[in-house]
């Protein structure tokens, strides 16, 4: 089993940036890539970033593309996500998810089923 407990949102303005984080606990998965999703009230959770055990790989939703970071640390079996040029639009429960792969990122990364961990979520308010 693993635990996930995401930490770091908050209440800023449009323009600000926050970083997210999120540690896992439970079960070394260094080996597992590791990635964001979001929703917002009324809608459905969707993909924001993930990316590969090592580094080398990581892909964005269009809308925070440029404007997002996801990294790791797996000497401390984190994950982060810089965010920056923060939008209204951004606002969200952020969550923390493990893929069920080992290495490299599953082809339909987006998708919620790629997930096999999840954390609680933190949330995200971005004013005007």
């Known amino acids: 089993q693993v635990q996930l407990v995401e930490s770091g949102g908050g209440l800023v303005q449009a323009g600000d940036s926050l970083r997210l984080s999120c540690a896992a606990s439970g079960r070394i998965v260094s080996s597992c890539p590791m990635g964001w999703f979001r929703q917002a009230p009324g809608k459905e959770r969707e993909f924001v970033a993930v990316m590969s055990w090592s580094g080398a790989n990581e892909y964005y939703s269009e809308t925070v593309k440029g404007r997002f970071k996801i990294s790791r640390d797996n000497a401390k079996n984190m994950v982060f996500l810089q965010m920056n040029s923060l939008k209204s639009d951004d606002s969200a429960v952020y969550y923390c998810?493990?893929?069920?792969?080992?290495?490299?990122?599953?082809?339909?990364?987006?998708?919620?089923?790629?997930?096999?961990?999840w954390g609680q979520g933190t949330q995200v308010t971005v004013s005007t």
């Open positions: 998810a493990v893929q069920n792969a080992e290495y490299y990122i599953r082809s339909e990364y987006y998708a919620q089923s790629s997930y096999e961990y």
